[in-house]
């Protein structure tokens, strides 16, 4: 194997290290995702990030992009070299392949990241919904307590406080009217919408019309 290695050129030997430790690499990267240990953090410092209108950015520089590159480059590259292409054109062809490897990779994280948030509670929503105590809430913010409020078309209990001046006992009609920055709801005590009056109405018999 040393001798098959020190037998190649120095234009070879660097496309097969780059292709074998990106390989490594990125094979370790997956397993430890598969497994659910995050594989590593991104670059803060050259990130690129495009802003897309979710507000979800789009990264194209990123430690996993870099590795599917750089492997994708040396394989790509090796494959040239095998067909006896030219040091320009198989240059050319690895770089090619690695940018297209790249923005495979950050198009699938990103769409991955927008199905993820998409189904994350945003505890804002819940401003101005209408609810109901259900575990008592101290006054003036001295006892959290929780709430039954739909939020995002579900029915949420969620941590709650009040700035009433008195406790809010469970069965109480509150309305959400603030959200803390750690997610807690500020509730107010409110009265339950009424509901729109159905008049109600009477079907005579036509039987009984001519009498």
Not at 32 to 54: K, N, P, Q, R, Y
Not at 119 to 136: F, H
Not at 160 to 185: C, H, P, Q, R, W
């Amino acid at each position: 194997m040393m001798e098959w290695f020190s037998d190649l050129e120095l234009f070879a030997k660097f496309y097969w290290v780059i292709a074998l430790i990106g390989s490594l690499v990125f094979l370790i990267i997956v397993i430890m995702t598969l497994i659910g240990i995050e594989g590593g953090e991104d670059f803060d410092d050259v990130d690129t990030s495009i802003d897309a209108d979710t507000g979800i950015e789009f990264q194209f520089i990123s430690l996993k992009n870099l590795i599917g590159f750089f492997t994708i480059f040396g394989w790509a590259g090796i494959a040239c070299i095998g067909e006896g292409l030219s040091k320009p054109i198989t240059v050319l062809i690895s770089v090619i392949s690695g940018m297209a490897m790249m923005t495979i990779m950050a198009a699938m994280f990103h769409y991955m990241k927008k199905l993820t948030d998409s189904g994350t509670l945003d505890y804002k929503n819940a401003i101005g919904a209408i609810g109901e105590v259900y575990l008592t809430i101290g006054e003036n913010r001295s006892r959290m307590g929780k709430v039954s409020v739909r939020v995002q078309g579900t029915l949420r209990e969620l941590d709650a406080l009040s700035d009433s001046f008195t406790e809010l006992k469970s069965g109480t009609i509150i309305k959400v009217v603030d959200v803390t920055s750690n997610g807690i709801l500020i509730v107010d005590q409110t009265i339950k919408p009424i509901e729109p009056f159905k008049p109600i109405t009477y079907e005579i018999p036509a039987d009984t019309r001519d009498v």
